[in-house]
């Protein structure tokens, strides 16, 4: 699977909103989103002044966004919503709830880790378990009442260390309860879509998709 290699604010920039891929720097630096709002490249400002988008366009970039957000390639998204579309309910609500679960974005919003890149690089060093068992695949989706914690290795981590320092992610977020002094936490339910802090409009991803 092939990997974005360059620089993160480029992809905050082409969905012109922030998309906090570098963790607690897009909290601390001044973002380039806001000193350039438009698209990078030499034709990002032309491509600005033209005429309105049409409907494709803004479903392509609907999904581009979330893609981004939580870090997956395109077929990896593909294989996510093509899973979660045979599921009872509301399939862009099951789409984001589906990729709150992952292992990765759990670390994340818990805080043991400054974004879901470096959530990733935690998980594939082995330093994260659930219920008691090292994981190893960021990919992985967490049941309810599963318990996610940091290996004792790994707590003092410099990284580990800063995240937990920030204000939590998911302090607020009812749907996880998180024990900072263990380096642990669990989710205890399946999160819903008024529960999910994503400024997303998964309707338009549902729409692409189902062309």
Not at 44 to 66: D, F, V
Not at 85 to 104: F, I, K, Q, W, Y
């Amino acid at each position: 699977m092939s990997r974005y290699l360059g620089a993160s604010c480029k992809l905050c920039r082409r969905e012109g909103t922030k998309l906090f891929l570098k963790g607690t720097k897009c909290f601390t630096e001044k973002c380039p989103v806001e000193r350039r709002p438009y698209a990078p490249g030499q034709h990002g400002q032309s491509q600005a002044r033209r005429r309105k988008a049409s409907e494709y366009a803004k479903q392509l970039r609907e999904k581009q966004k979330i893609k981004r957000i939580y870090g997956l390639g395109e077929q990896q998204f593909r294989n996510v919503f093509q899973k979660v579309s045979s599921l009872p309910g509301v399939t862009g609500h099951n789409l984001l709830a589906t990729l709150e679960s992952r292992l990765d974005n759990l670390v994340y919003r818990m805080g043991f880790a400054p974004s879901r890149k470096a959530a990733r690089q935690l998980i594939r060093h082995r330093h994260v378990e659930i219920n008691g068992k090292t994981v190893d695949i960021p990919s992985v989706i967490v049941q309810p009442g599963e318990e996610i914690r940091v290996r004792p290795k790994a707590r003092e981590m410099t990284m580990v260390q800063a995240a937990l320092e920030q204000s939590g992610r998911g302090g607020s977020l009812s749907w996880l309860a998180i024990d900072k002094e263990t380096f642990s936490g669990r989710m205890l339910e399946r999160p819903t879509r008024p529960n999910i802090p994503i400024a997303a409009q998964e309707q338009l991803v549902v729409e692409l998709y189902s062309k």
